[in-house]
Each structure stands twice: as structure tokens, then as C-alpha cells.
């Protein structure tokens, strides 16, 4: 590797093969802070939220006592610092913990103790994979992403934009919405990932997956745009309204929502789907994207959907996040 540079808490190593982005060091410091202002040593663990956690308002204190309780066992570490700092972590490399963080940072207000106890638990993950880093490859076909569309016959080009987009139905239990979760990969490693809550509350799987593949269309469609810019942009071929460049890949692992994308046609299962959701049927039709199948053991953006304590999950880690060396 070349000399390493820091950019915003960020260690960047650039070599003739890849480079790498880490917050090694960013994340060890925040762990050591913590342990300290709470005076005790986290525990190291294997996934961000344990397995039993279902995130709810229910858990949230609503008495005196509970209040009391919670202050008492949790008074020294501040929450919303915790996550305001994890939150930054997430946004820059680490797309493996965004469910978690974003799940935890609803509760900021009012966190009770099983909150709480997640919280514990996230810090254990990030404190035992510190340093785990992003990769971009300067031969994109060498990268684990690549290999992985080859394997299930999706066929791309160094431009195309790809961006794997899932979702989880009916997964909160305080307002039956569906998280959705998208990430877009250029050279083999992720540049933009989301994990959110839509607000329409789905009808059906299916419904889901269309909703939260609309939110990724919309980032695909810019990162698309901005990849155009980047290559042609001062160039005699370049042309911002007449744009004739590689579709984006919108990656599914749904066959429903794909029917949906492709078929104009409103039907009894989608007419009630608001109009704005339908901007994934006008990109398909205009040729601006373009949906791939893949099956659920190669679906990145589940982790930014699910808790994550599935044996899969370390699969799907290691296509996205590799070992600093």
C-alpha cells in the first residue's frame, strides 16, 4: 500500500490494486471514551443488535420509577453522544451497523433500558471489528461484488451504477411500516447506502420491496448522473439533457416487486400505491435503470433491513467490508 492520508477521522490507503477506507482509530477512540465516562469494559461481540432485540416505544419509561431506574443504571454514558457518534461511523464505512444505529436513534429522547443494553451490545460489535474497512478496486472485476453478479448472470460494465435495494415487511411493531434498505457499489465497493423507514405502510411483500426500490431508483438515478459527469463533462460527447449511458442496475430479490416495475398496468394489488412510487415504472420504461434478480444469500442490503444475527450476515459482511492490513 502507499502512504496513508486521514481525512476526517477517515485513514485512506491507496495502492496500485485498491484502495481502502478505515475509522480504525476514530472508532477506537470513541470506545475508549465511553468505557470510561460509563467506568466499565464493553464486551466484544458478533453482531451489532442481539438476536432477541425488537425495536418499540413500548420499552421506552413511562413512570417515575422507571426513569429513576434507568438513570441509575445508565447515567454515566450518554445516549444521544453515543449515537451521534456511531451515526458518523455508519454514514462513512461501516453500512453494517446504519440499521442499528438508525433503529437505536429513535429512542433518543426517552431510552429505556433495554435500548440501552442494544446500545452495549453495538459498541461490542464495533469495538471487536474496528477495523474493518471499505475496498475500491482499480479493476472492479477482481472485487467480491463483481464475482458474485457474474455467479448469478448479471452482466455490467466498469460504469454501471449498482445498487442492491431490500426490504423487511411489516418489521415495526409500533406502526406496521417496512424498513427499507438500499446500497450502491462503484469500483467494487459501496459510495451510498440508507437504511430507512417509508412512510406508507405496505399491503404485501411485495408492495415493500417496490417502495424501498423506488428510494434506491432515485439514488441510483443521481449517482448515475454524477458517473456520467465525472467521465464526459468538458468533453465534446457530453450531453446533460440527452444522457445515453449505461442503465443503473437496481438489484431485487423480489419477483413482485419486479413485475411491478416492468408492467404499467394498475391491478387490484397496486392501484392503491401512491403516484410517486411509480417513478420506478417511468426509469425502467426511459431505460435509466434496470431490474436484476438475485437470490436472498447475495442480497447486500438485507443488512440494512434485519437485526443481523442471522449466519448469513457474515457472508454478506464480508462482500462489503474487508480486514485492514
Known amino acids: 500500500m502507499g502512504k496513508a492520508k486521514w481525512y476526517l477521522g ?3 490507503d491507496q495502492g496500485l490494486e485498491y484502495i481502502t477506507l478505515n475509522q480504525e482509530q476514530y472508532i477506537k477512540n470513541i470506545v475508549s471514551r465511553f468505557e470510561k465516562s460509563f467506568k466499565h469494559e464493553f464486551k466484544i461481540k458478533d453482531s451489532p443488535l442481539p438476536s432477541s432485540f425488537i425495536p418499540s ?3 421506552c419509561p413511562s413512570t417515575d420509577t422507571q426513569i429513576k431506574e434507568v438513570k441509575l443504571r445508565f447515567g454515566n454514558l450518554h445516549y444521544r453522544s453515543v449515537i451521534g457518534a456511531l451515526l458518523y461511523v455508519s454514514c462513512c464505512t461501516r453500512p453494517d451497523i446504519a440499521f442499528a444505529v438508525n433503529k437505536l436513534a429513535k429512542y ?5 433500558v433495554t435500548h440501552y443494553r442494544a446500545l452495549l451490545h453495538l459498541i461490542g460489535f464495533i469495538k471487536g471489528t474496528s477495523n474493518k474497512c471499505l475496498k475500491f478496486y482499480s479493476d472492479m472485476r477482481q472485487s467480491p461484488c463483481y464475482k ?5 448472470n448479471i452482466e455490467i460494465s466498469e460504469d454501471t451504477t449498482i445498487t442492491f435495494s431490500d426490504s423487511a415487511w411489516n418489521d415495526c411493531v409500533d406502526t406496521g411500516r417496512s424498513t427499507g434498505g438500499n446500497i450502491s457499489i462503484l469500483q467494487g465497493g459501496p459510495v451510498d447506502h440508507s437504511s430507512h423507514l ?3 405502510v405496505a399491503m404485501s411483500s411485495g408492495e415493500a420491496e417496490y417502495i424501498s426500490a423506488a428510494a434506491a431508483c432515485m439514488r441510483a438515478s443521481h449517482l ?6 465525472l467521465k464526459y463533462l468538458g468533453t465534446l460527447e457530453y450531453d446533460g439533457d440527452n444522457m ?3 442503465p443503473a442496475r437496481i438489484i431485487v430479490d423480489n419477483e413482485a416487486a419486479i413485475c411491478m416495475a416492468k408492467c404499467n398496468k394498475d391491478t387490484a394489488g397496486n392501484r392503491h400505491v401512491a403516484r410517486r412510487f411509480h417513478y420506478v415504472r417511468q426509469g425502467t420504461a426511459l431505460k435509466e435503470h ?3 434478480w438475485i437470490g436472498t444469500k447475495f442480497q447486500l442490503a438485507d443488512i440494512l433491513t434485519k437485526v443481523g444475527n442471522r449466519p448469513s450476515f457474515n457472508h454478506l459482511w464480508s462482500l462489503i467490508l474487508h480486514e485492514d492490513i
Open 10 to 12: 477517515m485513514k485512506i
Open 57 to 59: 416505544k413500548k420499552d
Open 108 to 112: 433518543s429522547n426517552n431510552p429505556g
Open 148 to 152: 458474485i453478479l457474474k455467479e448469478n
Open 198 to 200: 417509508p412512510i406508507p
Open 224 to 229: 448515475r448522473m454524477l458517473v456520467y459527469d
Open 244 to 246: 445515453d449511458y449505461e
Open 290 to 292: 434496470k431490474f436484476e
